[in-house]
């Protein structure tokens, strides 16, 4: 069997062509939004949405926090379906994508973005660096395809050295929470599959040439934001540091049930609202709407919005 190229199939391909299929029958893929930073181009595409229970961000949480719901058109009562939007990013050199998606084994409403990839003209074997924000299902898992190779066969994988570390560790599925224990097991598997593809770096370092990985631990103990830059222009990789447009946005200090250190993470956003407003920075948040991309305006009330771009 020959592609369009003249060339033999691979078994990724085969994979990919199969993933595509079934994932159709739930989401149509997307590349939600591209545009030049710099010299280089950011595209996100989707791995479809999330599908959670009513209750899951908003249980235990204050009543001010209705109103903010009330403005954006959801209720504490309603399913929380954020968007899982995943970063790429191509400077002429590299072809680096940030996450990679939840594959087929986490939820149906998500592993669309081979889809997606295909709507954006990238092919798997395109893809020269997956770096990871952190190891939570939706970021990790689909990373390996059903045969257990890599699903990014060429590419270089990244991740932070705490957060890797925190996910091999024996201890942290006994203290990880009941309600997380899965995402131990699944994220174990795809570390030890992956094994010394994984490289590992530091906090605070220029990763790849224009690239450099920024501490936002809290949501995961070593979970990382990424600065990219080109020329004058930045744009800030969130991950789920900033993991919604509603309430983490009207006050960053409230304290959110899907984070594993709340306080902390409490903490990090606080900070980053701080940076993200006073260098004027693009952001690109996994979890945000319509593709993720857009600023941080300040707001009357004294918090934030986001303004998609």
């Not at 370092?205 to 995961?220: D, K, M, N, R, V």
């Amino acid at each position: 069997m020959t592609n369009t190229y003249g060339s033999s199939l691979t078994r990724r391909q085969i994979l990919a062509g199969a993933t595509a299929i079934a994932s159709a029958q739930f989401l149509l893929p997307r590349s939600l939004y591209a545009a030049p930073v710099g010299t280089a181009t950011l595209t996100t595409v989707s791995d479809g949405n999330l599908s959670l229970p009513a209750g899951f961000s908003t249980d235990g949480m204050p009543p001010e926090i209705d109103p903010v719901l009330a403005k954006h058109g959801l209720t504490r009562d309603m399913p929380f379906t954020p968007e899982c939007n995943l970063t790429l990013w191509q400077d002429g050199e590299n072809t680096v994508i940030f996450d990679a998606g939840a594959g087929p084994d986490f939820m149906p409403s998500t592993g669309i973005l081979l889809d997606s990839l295909d709507a954006a003209g990238i092919a798997p074997d395109d893809v020269t660096h997956v770096v990871f924000t952190h190891a939570h299902p939706d970021h990790l898992w689909g990373v390996i395809d059903d045969f257990d190779d890599p699903m990014f066969y060429n590419a270089r994988h990244m991740m932070g050295r705490v957060e890797r570390d925190y996910w091999l560790n024996p201890n942290t599925v006994d203290t990880i929470g009941v309600e997380r224990q899965a995402f131990v097991a699944g994220a174990l598997r795809r570390l030890e599959l992956l094994g010394d593809r994984i490289e590992v770096f530091e906090d605070e370092t220029e990763i790849l040439p224009g690239i450099y990985a920024q501490a936002s631990g809290g949501h995961t103990p070593g979970h990382i934001a990424f600065e990219l830059r080109s020329g004058s222009e930045t744009a800030l990789v969130l991950g789920d540091a900033i993991g919604n447009h509603h309430m983490s946005f009207a006050n960053p200090l409230w304290e959110l049930n899907s984070d594993q250190d709340k306080a902390e993470a409490a903490k990090t956003r606080a900070k980053l609202f701080d940076r993200i407003t006073a260098e004027q920075m693009a952001i690109v948040g996994f979890h945000l709407p319509n593709g993720g991309f857009g600023r941080v305006e300040t707001a009357s009330d004294g918090g934030y919005q986001f303004v998609q771009s």
